[in-house]
Nanobody
Framework: QVQLVESGGGLVQAGDSLKLSCAAS????????MGWFRQAPGKEREFLCA????????YCSDSAKGRFTISRDNAKNTIDLQMDSLKPEDTAVYHC????????????????WGQGTQVTVSS
């Protein structure tokens, strides 16, 4: 099992950048593919980006490409989400997730989830 804790959320203005981090504990992060999701009030959860176990390949949704970048540091058991040019519609709770299978993160439903961190973007 792995436990995930997100940090770095907050209140920012439109156009700002923000970097979220997710710390993994328990089983080492390198055992899992990991990713980021978000859920805005009244909306379904949305996949953003994922990275394979080694971190050598990453995948992002069309809505995340160009503004969001995922990275991981297996030595520190962390993954990050760098978000640039933030917009008010990026306001949501951001969650990191982990699964042994990348497919479950990108396509279906990963097993392990963090509690989330709130990001609020003001106009």
């Amino acid at each position: 099992q792995v436990q995930l804790v997100e940090s770095g959320g907050g209140l920012v203005q439109a156009g700002d950048s923000l970097k979220l981090s997710c710390a993994a504990s328990g089983r080492t992060a390198s055992s899992y593919a990991m990713g980021w999701f978000r859920q805005a009030p009244g909306k379904e959860r949305e996949f953003l980006c994922a990275t394979i176990k080694s971190g050598l390949s990453t995948y992002c949704s069309d809505s995340a490409k160009g503004r969001f970048t995922i990275s991981r540091d297996n030595a520190k058991n962390t993954i990050d989400l760098q978000m640039d040019s933030l917009k008010p519609e990026d306001t949501a709770v951001y969650h990191c997730a982990a699964d042994e299978e990348l497919h479950n993160i990108v396509v279906t439903n990963p097993i392990y989830w963090g509690q989330g961190t709130q990001v609020t973007v003001s106009s």
